[in-house]
């Protein structure tokens, strides 16, 4: 009675093992490094309550980009996106792009601006 209570829990952690691996999305058998090349503002300086374009430039199979600043406002999406300083927006904001590939890898550069 004991040896089967005791076989039976290696088997039921092999289970429980076996069952979260269903459903976990294979990833590509050639994942290629990301080159993140370039991270540039079109205007470093810009006052309150103005804009600038912030561009990233990276390649890799299948980016994505997430954005993140410390102060103010990121508008649009992919490799190219808009910084608004808002009126409590001032000094040095840092702005980072975070570039993610298919595979998971990832890579990120960070910009300052400065708002006066």
């Not at 209570?5 to 290629?32: M, R």
């Not at 309550?49 to 980016?63: M, P, V």
């Amino acid at each position: 009675m004991r040896l089967s209570a005791i076989l039976s829990i290696p088997l039921f952690v092999l289970y429980v093992l076996l069952l979260s691996c269903e459903g976990q999305q294979e990833l590509p058998d050639n994942c290629n490094p990301i080159n993140f090349i370039s991270l540039e503002a079109e205007n470093d300086t810009i006052e309150s309550g103005t804009e600038t374009i912030i561009t990233s430039e990276a390649e890799g199979d299948a980016l994505t980009y997430e954005w993140t600043m410390t102060l103010g406002i990121i508008e649009g999406s992919g490799s190219s996106v808009t910084y608004k300083a808002t009126p409590c927006a001032i000094g040095e904001i840092e702005v980072t792009c975070k570039v993610i590939d298919e595979c998971g890898n990832s890579e990120s550069k960070s910009v300052i601006i400065l708002v006066i």
